[in-house]
């Protein structure tokens, strides 16, 4: 085909009618979902926060008369967990904004409202292997469960054995059939 005929056939296309779809919405919000996972994984957690003198976090529980065994170790887990609960809820709103959209297509709604079902699961996933970990003797979990993989990061002083990486893998497969060769066990020095 010549440069010609490409450029001819370019201009035929309807435009209009392609950006104006639902399917162009709905891909174009999947994007924007993926962006902003993308965005919040590759940015640096940020750690300037407004303390009042001392080493306490306004608006965080604090304990009195005791200092924390592991605090750098606590704070990556807190950061962890809010850094994936900010995300999730970005990609909640969006995915509710089109469940709620009364021009949307019923294949869109439905997709959302299917996408909405399966954060709530992997959510609730989440949060039981989390305690089930911790029940294994860690002090601190942080579970994330994504498109069929999951990874997990403990709090450990030293290297994870193997009964400990199987002990995890196993609580993962049970709550979610994610395969072993589908997780991530790691460690928190």
């Not at 891909?27 to 590759?42: E, H, P, T, Y």
């Not at 999951?150 to 290297?159: C, I, L, T, Y």
Request: hydrophobic share 45%; glycine share 6%.
């Amino acid at each position: 085909m010549k440069f010609k005929n490409v450029v001819k056939k370019l201009k035929e296309v309807d435009y209009g009618a392609f950006f104006g779809s639902k399917a162009f919405l709905i891909g174009g919000c999947l994007v924007i979902i993926a962006a902003a996972i993308v965005v919040n994984a590759l940015l640096p957690a940020n750690t300037d926060k407004k303390t009042d003198g001392g080493n306490q976090i306004l608006g965080n529980s604090v304990l009195v008369g005791g200092e924390a065994e592991n605090e750098e170790a606590t704070d990556y887990f807190t950061q962890a967990v809010i850094d994936r609960e900010n995300t999730r809820n970005e990609a909640m709103d969006v995915l509710q904004a089109i469940a709620d959209n009364p021009d949307a297509l019923a294949d869109a709604k439905e997709e959302a409202m299917a996408g909405i079902a399966a954060m709530a699961k992997e959510m609730s996933a989440e949060a039981t292997i989390e305690q089930l970990v911790k029940a294994k003797g860690f002090s601190q979990c942080v579970c994330i469960v994504s498109d069929n993989k999951a990874s997990v990061v403990v709090d450990s002083k030293e290297n994870l054995t193997a009964a400990q990486v199987a002990q995890i893998l196993e609580i993962v497969y049970l709550e979610t059939g994610i395969l072993p060769s589908d997780t991530k066990v790691m460690a928190s020095m």
